[in-house]
């Protein structure tokens, strides 16, 4: 089990960037997929980003193609999330999650989950 904290939120202009980290605390960070997600006021939670343990597969929605990169490093047992070119529909509350099984875009195959970091894009 890992036990996740983000960090990097904020508030940015539209057209600005924010880095989001997300440290796990626990043994065998690199055995699990990470995952990125996010959650604005009276929608469901949605895909961002995924990464697979060796990071060989990343996975985005489409929404932030060409925008996002994904990173991790799993000597400082650390998954980054670089975001370019913010909009205004990126602000949500951004959550990491941690999965034993393979990379993958579903929520429901998360089962570690950090207590997520408002990102805030002002027009």
């Known amino acids: 089990q890992v036990q996740l904290v983000e960090s990097g939120g904020g508030l940015v202009q539209a057209g600005g960037s924010l880095r989001l980290s997300c440290a796990a605390s626990?043994?065998?960070?690199?055995?699990?997929?990470m995952g990125w997600f996010r959650q604005a006021p009276g929608k469901e939670r949605e895909f961002v980003a995924a990464i697979s343990r060796s990071a060989g597969t990343i996975y985005f929605a489409d929404s932030v193609k060409g925008r996002f990169t994904l990173s991790r490093d799993n000597a400082k047992n650390t998954v980054y999330l670089q975001m370019n070119s913010l909009k205004p529909e990126d602000s949500a509350v951004y959550y990491c999650a941690a999965g034993r099984g393979g990379v993958t875009t579903r929520v429901f195959e998360y089962d570690q989950w950090g207590q997520g970091t408002q990102v805030t894009v002002s027009s």
């Open positions: 626990g043994r065998a960070f690199s055995s699990y997929a």
